[in-house]
């Protein structure tokens, strides 16, 4: 299965493909807020992909508009309720850690 590390803790494990950036996440035992349930509302759980974009699952206009409206069109920027992993390595960056 593909590896995702998450900066800034460096913590790496093993995600199915499909499954959501913010589940993996929160399943590594590392914190992100998610205010809307994941339905690409609040913006809260928005991260920066460092390396393995073109593998995730490919942007929603929901999500573009999110993003957009939060900090214009980034080419890093994902909301980790909407990213699904696919099948290579990531590396992700946690933006809104508490
Ligand atoms: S959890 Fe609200 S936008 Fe992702």
Redesign the pocket.
């Known amino acids: 299965m593909p590896l995702l590390t998450i900066m800034p803790s460096g913590t790496a494990l093993e995600v199915a493909p499909g499954t959501t950036l913010?589940a993996a996440i929160l399943s590594a035992g590392e914190k992100l807020?998610?205010?809307?349930?994941?339905?690409?509302?609040?913006?809260?759980?928005?991260i920066a992909v460092n390396e393995g974009r073109k593998s995730l699952s490919k942007t929603t206009r929901a999500?573009n508009e999110?993003l957009d409206a939060l900090v214009g069109v980034s080419s890093k920027s994902r909301?980790?309720?909407?990213a699904q992993m696919g099948e290579e390595n990531v590396t992700v960056e946690l933006l809104s850690f508490v």
């Open positions: 913010l807020i998610s205010k809307c349930g994941g339905q690409a509302q609040c913006g809260a759980c928005h999500e999110k909301l980790a309720c909407q």
